[in-house]
Nanobody, 124 residues
Framework: QVQLVESGGGLVQAGGSLRLSCATS????????MGWFRQAPGKEREFVAAISWQDSTTKYADSVKGRFTISRDNTKNTVDLQMFSLKPEDTAVYYC?????????????????WGQGTQVTVSS
């Protein structure tokens, strides 16, 4: 069983920034692709960003390109999501995710493990 522990959510004004962090075991960090999804109230969970364990290739949803950056911290075994220029529509519960698939995921079908989620609220 792989555990994912998120931190860093909170309340921020539109235009502000937040940094989310996801901690996991060294084995998962060094062998599995990792990423972030989000779910707003009344909406389906959607892909945000992912990063490859092998070469740190990244993938982003169109809605966050240019504003969010996903990165790996090899000293802490964490995957971080730096969010800039936040908008009210970014308000959601953000979930860290990982999977054993070799495909750098952008869909929930390639996700095997989820974190508990962290709330991000952007006020207008």
């Amino acid at each position: 069983q792989v555990q994912l522990v998120e931190s860093g959510g909170g309340l921020v004004q539109a235009g502000g920034s937040l940094r989310l962090s996801c901690a996991t075991s060294a084995f998962a960090f060094n062998n599995y692709n990792m990423g972030w999804f989000r779910q707003a109230p009344g909406k389906e969970r959607e892909f945000v960003a992912a990063i490859s364990w092998q070469d740190s290739t990244t993938k982003y949803a169109d809605s966050v390109k240019g504003r969010f950056t996903i990165s790996r911290d090899n000293t802490k075994n964490t995957v971080d999501l730096q969010m800039f220029s936040l908008k009210p529509e970014d308000t959601a519960v953000y979930y860290c995710a990982t999977g054993t698939s070799t495909v750098l995921f952008s869909s929930m079908r390639n996700v095997d493990y989820w974190g508990q989620g962290t709330q991000v609220t952007v006020s207008s």
